[in-house]
């Protein structure tokens, strides 16, 4: 899967992405990172790509012009159209669903704003998807993006190995994960559930069910509820109570 990410400061977008675990899948040929500078589509003599907006009010818009030529020149070298998303807190946030989504795709375009954002009208002729990571604002759309790449990398067959599974983190089946422990089974007093050592996995796994379900009662009772909705108690089946005197 290919990722063409358009920016103001493509080296800081791969290099950033381009380590650990996601490093490896790049050396790999399993995910591509194709940095795409949009000054390089400016027809300015100084690559200006801002300007002010109509309208008045402080601040810089990124103008249409090279952002329009960016997005074709990546599309001119697909063999189908990719999906364009502009990363804007505009957007629908962000969720692993919208991720398990976008990783099914072979190349997505991912559009980092700056200033106050991007001339409207580019917008309406080339995005498709506009994403948000949160109820808040960054000064530009390259950590959005990286947030967006790193999340929907791990969902790519063959990016993740046994020792790093994403069948069991959070979010996958709607609840958060359970806790976990390593070596050794006592560190400053605390024991590790006795549970984990037993061996026994029909308990491992009930036990983490138990736990998945009270942590996210607790700390995200919006998912909880979700849960519970599509997952309704079995109805308790009550024994008919005898009339007096009946055997
Ligand atoms: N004036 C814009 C607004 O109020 O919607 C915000 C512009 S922001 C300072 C500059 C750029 O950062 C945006 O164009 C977008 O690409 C990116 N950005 C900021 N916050 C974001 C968020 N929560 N999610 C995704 N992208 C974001």
Same mark, same amino acid.
């Given at each position: 899967?290919?990722?063409?990410?358009?920016?103001?400061?493509?080296?800081?977008?791969?290099?950033?992405?381009?380590?650990?675990?996601?490093?490896?899948?790049?050396?790999?040929?399993?995910?591509?990172?194709?940095?795409?500078?949009?000054?390089?589509?400016?027809?300015? @003599?100084?690559? !200006?790509?801002?300007?002010?907006?109509?309208?008045?009010?402080?601040?810089?818009?990124?103008?249409?012009?090279?952002?329009?030529?960016? %997005?074709?020149?990546?599309?001119?070298?697909?063999? !189908? /159209?990719?999906?364009?998303?502009?990363?804007?807190?505009? #957007? @629908? %946030?962000?969720?692993?669903?919208?991720?398990? #989504?976008?990783?099914?795709?072979?190349?997505?375009?991912?559009?980092?704003?700056?200033?106050?954002?991007?001339?409207?009208?580019?917008?309406?002729?080339?995005?498709?998807?506009?994403?948000?990571?949160?109820?808040?604002?960054?000064?530009? #759309?390259?950590?959005?993006?990286?947030?967006? %790449?790193?999340?929907?990398?791990?969902?790519?067959?063959?990016?993740?190995?046994?020792?790093?599974?994403?069948?069991?983190?959070?979010?996958?089946?709607?609840?958060?994960?359970?806790?976990?422990?390593?070596?050794?089974?006592?560190?400053?007093?605390?024991?590790?559930?006795?549970?984990?050592?037993?061996?026994?996995?029909? /308990?491992?796994?009930?036990?983490?069910?138990?736990?998945?379900?009270?942590?996210?009662?607790?700390?995200?009772?919006?998912?909880? !509820?979700?849960?519970? !909705?599509?997952?309704?108690?079995?109805? %308790?089946?009550? @024994? /008919?109570? /005898?009339?007096?005197?009946?055997?």
């Amino acid at each position: 899967m290919n990722f063409h990410i358009l920016t103001l400061f493509p080296d800081m977008v791969v290099d950033a992405l381009n380590t650990g675990i996601l490093g490896k899948a790049v050396a790999k040929g399993i995910i591509g990172l194709d940095g795409v500078d949009i000054r390089d589509f400016s027809h300015n @003599r100084h690559r !200006k790509v801002d300007d002010y907006t109509y309208g008045g009010g402080a601040g810089l818009l990124m103008q249409a012009q090279p952002i329009y030529e960016a %997005v074709q020149s990546v599309q001119e070298r697909l063999p !189908k /159209k990719a999906r364009v998303i502009y990363m804007t807190p505009q #957007g @629908r %946030v962000f969720t692993q669903e919208m991720a398990s #989504g976008f990783s099914r795709e072979d190349d997505l375009i991912l559009l980092c704003g700056h200033y106050e954002g991007i001339d409207e009208r580019v917008l309406e002729e080339c995005a498709t998807d506009f994403v948000s990571i949160g109820d808040y604002v960054l000064s530009g #759309g390259e950590i959005p993006a990286m947030v967006l %790449v790193d999340t929907v990398s791990r969902l790519v067959p063959g990016v993740l190995h046994n020792e790093v599974s994403a069948e069991t983190d959070s979010f996958q089946n709607g609840l958060l994960e359970y806790p976990q422990y390593s070596r050794p089974e006592e560190w400053h007093g605390r024991q590790v559930p006795q549970v984990l050592l037993s061996g026994d996995h029909a /308990k491992v796994d009930e036990w983490r069910l138990a736990e998945s379900l009270e942590r996210t009662r607790e700390r995200r009772p919006d998912l909880y !509820k979700a849960w519970l !909705k599509e997952h309704p108690p079995a109805p %308790v089946k009550r @024994r /008919k109570r /005898k009339a007096d005197g009946e055997k």
